[in-house]
């Protein structure tokens, strides 16, 4: 792996490992509830379950990437990587909100496209 996908791979798990802060420990206070366009504080409360459990997923994608680079395995940082773009596409089509795949998929495609130069 090249430094510069190295530091790509760390920015996608950096992100994500904030994901899993703000979905699993701020969800429902104020930050989470404008980060995440909730509702009201009621909404965010009833659905902290099921953010939290998000959050730890968002954990899991974050570590793979942090072993990736651990290991030096190109195949576990792509396998992740491409995990984490179809995540953000995904979350992106569901919810309608195309930020969401500016700030989740755009960088983990930018780093793949780096595993493979």
Same mark, same amino acid.
């Given at each position: 792996?090249?430094?510069? =996908? $190295? +530091?790509?791979?760390?920015? !996608? &798990? *950096?992100?994500?490992?904030? %994901?899993?802060?703000?979905?699993?420990? +701020?969800?429902?206070?104020?930050?989470?509830?404008? =980060?995440?366009?909730?509702?009201?504080?009621? @909404? &965010?409360?009833?659905?902290? !379950? *099921?953010?939290?459990?998000?959050? *730890?997923?968002?954990? @899991? *994608?974050?570590?793979?990437?942090?072993?990736?680079?651990?290991?030096?395995?190109?195949?576990? &940082?792509?396998? %992740? +990587?491409?995990?984490?773009?179809? &995540?953000? $596409?995904?979350?992106?089509?569901?919810?309608?909100?195309?930020?969401? @795949?500016?700030?989740?998929?755009?960088?983990?495609?930018?780093?793949?496209?780096?595993? %493979?130069?």
């Amino acid at each position: 792996m090249t430094l510069l =996908t $190295i +530091l790509l791979i760390v920015f !996608v &798990a *950096l992100e994500h490992f904030y %994901f899993l802060i703000l979905e699993m420990f +701020l969800w429902t206070t104020p930050k989470g509830i404008k =980060t995440f366009g909730l509702k009201s504080k009621n @909404f &965010a409360n009833d659905t902290k !379950v *099921l953010a939290a459990n998000q959050g *730890l997923y968002n954990g @899991f *994608l974050s570590a793979g990437l942090v072993f990736s680079i651990i290991q030096k395995d190109i195949q576990i &940082a792509i396998f %992740f +990587l491409i995990c984490v773009t179809i &995540a953000g $596409i995904y979350g992106s089509y569901s919810t309608k909100q195309i930020k969401l @795949f500016y700030a989740q998929a755009v960088p983990a495609i930018i780093a793949l496209i780096s595993c %493979f130069i």
